[in-house]
């Protein structure tokens, strides 16, 4: 579940900055396949590689980081 949170706002803010997910992955130095499993939320991306999209992304991790839901 946090995961697929995780990789739906990876994809919509590389999709935003205009990146595909090859020049991303390039970008990031990752394969395609890494970046692709954690976009569909079959793999948590670690604390390291969310900084790591966030400087890339010209944003901060707070912003990357799925709303928190209050119950």
Excluded at 20 to 25: D, I, M
Excluded at 36 to 55: D, H, K, S, W, Y
Aim: glycine share 8%.
């Amino acid at each position: 579940m946090e995961a697929e949170k995780w990789g739906r706002r990876i994809r919509a803010f590389r999709k935003l900055k205009g990146y595909t997910q090859e020049s991303f992955a390039k970008k990031l130095g990752v394969s395609v396949s890494v970046l692709g499993e954690i976009e569909r939320g079959n793999r948590l991306p670690t604390e390291q590689f969310l900084q790591m999209v966030a400087e890339r992304l010209n944003i901060t991790v707070e912003e990357l980081s799925p709303p928190k839901h209050h119950t």
